[in-house]
């Protein structure tokens, strides 16, 4: 259900930007410093827009691998402190078992 979500706002934002851009077809100048071009504003929109998901993806892809990492990290720290509290908690019977003989 939230793919399904996620799935029909995109198609949403994907349709705004389209008639966005349909109705902005008329030519713009685009000064780089060095030189300038003259392209249709339809194909400057698409070209940001793709620009700027690429630059969101490879943002996201850093940020889900450190955190990656530190899941791991915590995931061995968990182990090592379960298996720390077994053999605490072995060791504690133990001694109340040789207390009560």
């Keep these: ?20 851009a349909l109705a902005n077809v008329h030519s713009v100048s685009v000064n780089f410093g060095i030189t300038s071009i003259s392209v249709p504003l339809i194909l400057l ?3 940001i827009l793709i620009i700027g998901a690429v630059l969101g993806m490879l943002v996201t892809l850093n940020t889900q691998r ?19 509290l077994k053999s605490t908690k072995k060791a504690n ?6 207390k009560t003989k």
């Excluded at 793919?3 to 949403?12: A, Y």
């Excluded at 019977?93 to 040789?98: I, R, V």
Aim: hydrophobic fraction near 45%; glycine fraction near 2%.
């Design 1 to 20: 259900m939230k793919n399904q979500k996620q799935f029909i706002i995109g198609l949403v934002l994907l349709l705004v930007v389209v008639l966005f």
């Design 45 to 47: 929109i698409v070209v």
């Design 66 to 84: 450190s955190n990656s990492k530190e899941v791991k990290s915590l995931k061995n720290e968990v182990k090592t402190q379960a298996s720390e």
């Design 93 to 98: 019977s133990k001694k109340e078992t040789k």
